[in-house]
Nanobody, 121 residues
Framework: HVQLVESGGGSVQAGGSLKLTCAGS????????MGWFRQAPGKEREAIAA????????FYAESVKGRFSIAKDNANHTLYLQMNSLKPEDTATYYC???????????????WGKGTQVTVS
């Protein structure tokens, strides 16, 4: 059973930072490419960052490029999303996802977490 658990969400003022964490298994972190997605109320889910299973290359949506950074820690079975210079439009539920296929920013990942809420005011 594959389980991904996000944490680190919360409320922050515009211009602030948050670091999201996605805890997975050794299999997930070592064998899968992973990504971060977000969905705001009334909007479609958006792919924002992805990383290959070998910790590179990385991919970013234009909306977060230069502000967000994705990283994997295979030893600790954890995926991170460092979010800096946050804007109100970054408010959304953030999800991590994983797949054995190298999907980059495509939406068709097979494994998903339940999400963590980020609110920027």
């Amino acid at each position: 059973h594959v389980q991904l658990v996000e944490s680190g969400g919360g409320s922050v003022q515009a211009g602030g930072s948050l670091k999201l964490t996605c805890a997975g298994s050794a299999y997930i972190l070592e064998q899968c490419g992973m990504g971060w997605f977000r969905q705001a109320p009334g909007k479609e889910r958006e792919a924002i960052a992805a990383i290959d299973k070998r910790n590179g290359p990385t991919f970013y949506a234009e909306s977060v490029k230069g502000r967000f950074s994705i990283a994997k820690d295979n030893a600790n079975h954890t995926l991170y999303l460092q979010m800096n210079s946050l804007k109100p439009e970054d408010t959304a539920t953030y999800y991590c996802a994983a797949d054995i296929r190298p999907l980059g920013l495509r939406q068709t990942y097979g494994y998903w977490g339940k999400g963590t809420q980020v609110t920027v005011s």
